[in-house]
């Protein structure tokens, strides 16, 4: 891939504002491309993933996503795009969702929380920022770098991911341009790297995660008491210790 990306996503939009819709299985992406092209500099070919982009704007949309459609985990990222405040807050503490996007085409109608940005970085949630509109159009650019900003102000450059919703190849940048533009949008030279890289993957990761673990099992070390520490202790450290 000439660009310099060695995975791109496909993104299905559905939007229930507009009319009622259904998630339909992903089109594989052999039935679009005869043959994958090289990565640039690589022997390898590029990675086609599948991603579900549903736009809620009323709680009765994210029932979908509460539910175990079929069609639904057969997609390998699902992110959702909240239309006010409520949505955000619930995307963020309740959703099994890897992506949420953030609106940069106009004002945001509500002020981020800290909250529920806090508990959506603690379950693995990125949130997606769009360049596009902010190369296309002056007026998206302020939108664009004014949402953005207040985002990093609550976020402080954790868990972003920057991508293109580019219908044109022409809409396409590299990622060190990307990375460049993150600059603008308020993140340091590394978080700005990051949200054009290991973010992308990590949000990857999580949906396979989210597509093959039921639950997530951790172990915490137990506090020894004193009494403990005592008959576990080898002969000669109980001597030093006692004298």
């Known amino acids: 891939f000439s660009v310099g990306y060695s995975s791109v996503a496909l993104n299905h939009v559905i939007d229930f504002k507009e009319k009622k ?3 339909v299985k992903p089109v594989s992406p ?6 994958l092209p090289i990565v640039q500099g690589t022997s390898k070919r590029i ?10 704007s009323d709680p009765s949309h994210c029932n979908l996503l509460r539910s175990t459609s079929a069609n639904i985990r057969l997609y390998d990222i699902i992110a959702v795009f909240p239309k006010t ?8 503490t309740t959703l099994d969702v890897d992506l949420v996007c953030i609106n940069v085409t106009e004002k945001l109608p509500f002020y981020f929380r800290r909250p529920p940005v806090n508990m959506a970085i603690d379950r693995g949630i990125y949130f997606e920022l769009l360049y596009t509109p902010a ?12 949402n953005a ?8 450059g954790k868990n ?8 044109r190849p022409l809409e396409l940048r590299g990622p060190y341009d990307v990375a460049n533009l993150g600059l ?33 099992v951790y172990t915490v070390k137990k506090p020894r008491k004193a009494e403990e520490e005592e008959t576990t202790l080898p002969a000669c450290k109980k001597v030093k210790t006692q004298a």
């Open 135 to 146: 190369i296309k159009d002056s007026t998206m650019r302020r939108y664009t770098i004014s």
């Open 149 to 156: 900003i207040s985002l990093m102000q609550i976020c402080k």
């Open 160 to 167: 972003i991911v920057i991508s293109s919703a580019a219908e």
């Open 184 to 216: 603008l949008f308020g993140l340091s030279e590394s978080e700005a790297k990051a949200a054009v890289s290991t973010n992308c993957r990590a949000t990857m990761l999580h949906g396979e995660t989210r597509k093959s673990a039921c639950g997530v």
């Open 30 to 35: 052999s039935e679009l491309f005869p043959s």
């Open 47 to 56: 990675k086609v993933l599948t991603r579900l982009t549903l736009v809620v």
């Open 85 to 92: 405040e409520k949505l955000f807050h619930i995307a963020c």
């Open 21 to 23: 819709q259904e998630i």
